[in-house]
């Protein structure tokens, strides 16, 4: 028995000191998934910005999205591609532009019926780390977070070690 206990507390160490290394990776993650996921967004805006007779052809026969003239909705989610996504990299009203994004991924599934399963993989990881960012902040890599001190006031929450 006392084999395994001392077994146990090795691991248990062992653990706590992987856990305590990943702290500090914390806020490099948080800066990787907003990046990502901003790159994805932003180019998409683009592509749409490249021909936007083409982006109005398609809000028009593909997209369909509820309330909105496809021409006037072709516009809306180009500058959303291409505004939002700057917001989410430099971590700038982080939270708002995550959960922002993360209705907009929505409203997209919606809009797109023919994405298929296969779309449909891709659209999940990005709401993911959009409501993950949207509830827990854009990170220590933020310039929310770097303006907090500036203005000297509570900084946002950042993941603390459990």
């Known amino acids: 028995m006392a084999t395994c206990s001392i077994a146990f507390h090795k691991m248990e160490k062992w653990y ?3 856990v305590h290394w990943l702290h500090y ?3 490099v993650a948080d800066l990787a998934a907003r990046l990502w996921v901003a790159r ?3 180019m998409a805006g683009m592509v749409k910005l490249q021909s936007m007779t083409a982006t109005v052809a398609l809000f028009r026969y593909m997209y369909h999205v509820p309330l909105l003239p496809p021409v006037w909705a072709a516009y809306l989610g180009t500058g959303i591609e291409i505004f939002f996504p700057i917001l989410l990299a430099l971590g700038l009203a982080g939270r708002f532009a995550a959960g922002f994004l993360f209705i907009y ?3 997209t599934v919606l809009s ?3 994405m298929g399963a296969a779309g449909m993989m891709d ?4 709401g993911i780390f959009l409501l993950f960012t949207t509830v827990y902040g854009p990170g220590l890599f933020s310039l929310d977070y770097g303006l907090s001190h500036i203005w000297k006031r509570t900084p946002p929450a950042v993941h603390k070690a459990v």
């Not at 659209?123 to 990005?126: A, L, R």
């Open 16 to 18: 706590e000191s992987i």
């Open 112 to 114: 797109y019926p023919q």
């Open 40 to 42: 994805i967004f932003w």
């Open 25 to 27: 990776l914390a806020p």
């Open 123 to 126: 659209q999940v990881p990005w």
């Open 105 to 107: 991924n929505i409203i």
